[in-house]
């Protein structure tokens, strides 16, 4: 079973350039989210999805941060314009349902650094 | 967002040794996971822990719930060169949203 998939992997931009990332959560997988993870710290959501439902979006910086998940199934989160403190690495997690086991699986990431 | 508080923040110890790190919180939860971390990779789940005081292993691995719901604990016994890497832990009082440690960095030296 392929586990998620993200992409880029890394992405190098200039503050004030748009970036965008996708994400493709393991199949019938019900639950996306969005993780930032700063240098040394652990990862701190961003917007959680309950099918192409955005449930929880209280931590996201919506001046410049925005995310889709159109048909329920892959997503996009987007910055725009980028900042310097927005490099970090940017993770996406599924799981099968909200509220259940709590079994998140990661994808790799896309580490973004912004000059 | 909060930030639960492991420690210590990073151990040095030689291979075959055990390996003991704990995590805190200001509030109760009632799931506790425990992930590692490779560099360049997402976490890799771990152990899942759902019940106060609940004792479980994966391996070589031993995780348990702390009765005050507001720690937890993993132990690493012999410790082999691929344990390598950064252990997060993470709450939830739901089961929706997780709060994640700052890690714990563990170098094993052979």
Not at chain 2, 3 to 29: A, K
Not at chain 2, 55 to 82: C, E, H, M, V, Y
Request: net charge negative; aromatic share 10%; charged share 15%.
């Amino acid at each position: 079973e392929a586990g998620v998939v993200q992409s880029p992997r890394y992405k190098i931009i200039e503050k004030k350039q748009p970036v965008a990332f996708w994400c493709n959560p393991i199949s019938g997988h019900n639950t996306l989210y969005w993780y930032r993870q700063n240098l040394g710290q652990g990862p701190e959501l961003l917007i959680r999805y309950e099918n192409e439902e955005a449930v929880d979006d209280s931590q996201l910086p919506k001046d410049r941060f925005s995310a889709e998940r159109l048909k329920g199934v892959d997503s996009t989160l987007k910055i725009q314009p980028a900042e310097l403190g927005d490099s970090a690495v940017y993770l996406c997690a599924s799981s099968l349902l909200a509220g259940g086991s709590g079994e998140q699986f990661f994808g790799p990431g896309t580490r973004l650094t912004v000059l | 967002g909060q930030q639960l508080n492991q420690s210590p923040q990073s151990m040095f110890i030689q291979e075959g040794e055990d390996v003991s790190m704990n995590c805190t919180s200001s509030s109760i939860f009632n799931t506790w996971l425990w992930y590692k971390q490779d560099p360049g990779e997402g976490p890799v789940l771990l152990i899942a822990l759902y019940k106060a005081g609940e004792l479980t292993s994966n391996g070589r691995l031993t995780a348990q719930f702390g009765i005050t719901r507001k720690d937890s604990f993993l132990n690493i016994s012999a410790s082999i060169p691929s344990d390598v890497g950064i252990y997060f832990c993470a709450g939830s009082l739901t089961g929706n949203q997780f709060y994640f440690g700052t890690g714990t960095s563990l170098t094993v030296i052979p």
